[in-house]
């Protein structure tokens, strides 16, 4: 911007008459912008409704099995409920940034040219809430130890916060080097959940380890598509707002209501291996100061 500034000033001031008042006409200024068109906003509202009726079919199931047995489904419900909310911004157009990621002047100086692109900075927000309740069904389902989960929930923190400083990211090195950042984090994911996941289920019965390794998998999969459709979207810029908005519409039905039914179907059918919770979840934190029948106040 400075740079444009400057070699404005320099051109105009160099052949414009001394004695003329120091009035710097404009260059005439081009935009090239990449934003979203009827497709991505009709893709973002169709995915808006789907997480809100997933979130209300989540909170029907949850209310149909014992507070107990409710961790998962809660859980599930607030991932549905998070991309709700984002979604809904999104589709009505907010959480969405310019990102000016170039701006030149022509061979001859005659005109600006500014390069934008939209960056819909409230996904960065969802997947910071909601990859790590992700992250916390399964590590809960494989009874993974608390260490291990904090590691793999910090790691997705920096991830998706190296993300979106990379999508704003001014230069090249800015950019992948954050990205970097990311993929780094990401990586200690995946060897949380598939090493040391693994050997948390080990003791299991068959049917749970058989559903963690299908279900862990899946995720797996999925979650390893989203460093790609960014690298070949607001990375490299190759793919165009609408394309990105598409795929992540799709990762994201699969990744979260998708993911959910198949979890909470399958918890539910399994439910006496499943853990159920007493204790502060069930029944609050103490009896202390509760009003005892027959203590007469
Ligand atoms: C970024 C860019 C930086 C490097 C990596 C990424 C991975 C993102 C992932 C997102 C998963 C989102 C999910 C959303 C739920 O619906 C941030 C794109 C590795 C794995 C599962």
Request: hydrophobic share 15%.
């Given at each position: 911007m400075e740079e444009v500034l400057r070699k404005t000033t320099a051109t105009t001031t160099g052949t414009a008459p001394t004695s003329f008042p120091t009035v710097t006409p404009d260059l005439p200024t081009f935009y090239f912008t990449d934003v979203a068109s009827d497709t991505g906003k009709r893709t973002l509202w169709v995915v808006t409704v789907f997480m809100a009726l997933s979130s209300l079919a989540f909170y029907g199931m949850a209310m149909r099995v014992p507070v107990q047995k409710r961790l998962f489904h809660v859980m599930t419900a607030f991932i549905t409920t998070i991309a709700f909310i984002s979604y809904f911004a999104m589709a009505s157009g907010d959480g969405i940034n310019f990102h000016v990621y170039k701006e030149k002047t022509t061979k001859h100086h005659t005109a600006v040219e500014v390069y934008s692109r939209q960056v819909y900075w409230a996904r960065y927000v969802d997947w910071s809430l909601t990859t790590p309740l992700l992250l916390a069904d399964l590590a809960f389902l494989a009874g993974l130890n608390g260490a291990s989960m904090l590691v793999a929930i910090f790691a997705d923190v920096i991830m998706v916060l190296t993300g979106l400083f990379a999508a704003f990211g001014n230069s090249d090195g800015q950019k992948w080097g954050y990205y970097t950042m990311g993929c780094a984090a990401y990586l200690v994911i995946v060897y949380q959940l598939a090493i040391n996941g693994r050997t948390a289920i080990s003791n299991k019965d068959t049917k749970t380890k058989t559903f963690f390794t299908m279900i862990a998998g899946y995720t797996l999969l999925l979650w390893t598509a989203y460093p790609i459709v960014w690298g070949i979207g607001d990375g490299a810029r190759l793919m165009n707002v609408d394309a990105e908005v598409v795929c992540y519409a799709i990762l994201d039905v699969l990744a979260k209501p998708i993911f959910g039914f198949w979890l909470l179907t399958t918890h539910d059918k399994m439910s006496r291996n499943t853990a159920s919770i007493e204790g502060f979840w069930a029944?609050?934190?103490?009896?202390?100061g509760a009003i005892r029948v027959g203590d007469g106040a």
């Open positions: 029944y609050g934190l103490t009896q202390e």
